[in-house]
C-alpha cells in the first residue's frame, strides 16, 4: 500500500500503519495476526502462516 496516496489514508488508519516497511498478516476475519517492522525473514513469515492456517 502506497502512504504516500491519500486514497489510502482511510484504510492506513484502520490498520495503524504509521511508517513504511511495514508488513501485517491479517486474518480470515480481518484481525492483525502479527505486524513486522523493516527486514523481514521469510522463515519467521512461514511459521506464522502455517501457525494460522492450523488454528
Known amino acids: 500500500m502506497n502512504i504516500d496516496d491519500s486514497a489510502t489514508q ?3 488508519n ?3 500503519i504509521t511508517a513504511q516497511a511495514q ?3 491479517v486474518d480470515s ?4 495476526v502479527t505486524r ?3 527486514v523481514i525473514d521469510e522463515a519467521q513469515i ?3 502462516i502455517e501457525g ?3 488454528s
Open 10 to 12: 482511510g484504510t492506513r
Open 14 to 16: 484502520q490498520l495503524g
Open 23 to 25: 508488513y501485517l498478516l
Open 29 to 32: 476475519a480481518g484481525q492483525i
Open 36 to 38: 513486522w517492522f523493516g
Open 46 to 48: 512461514a511459521s506464522e
Open 52 to 54: 494460522l492456517l492450523q
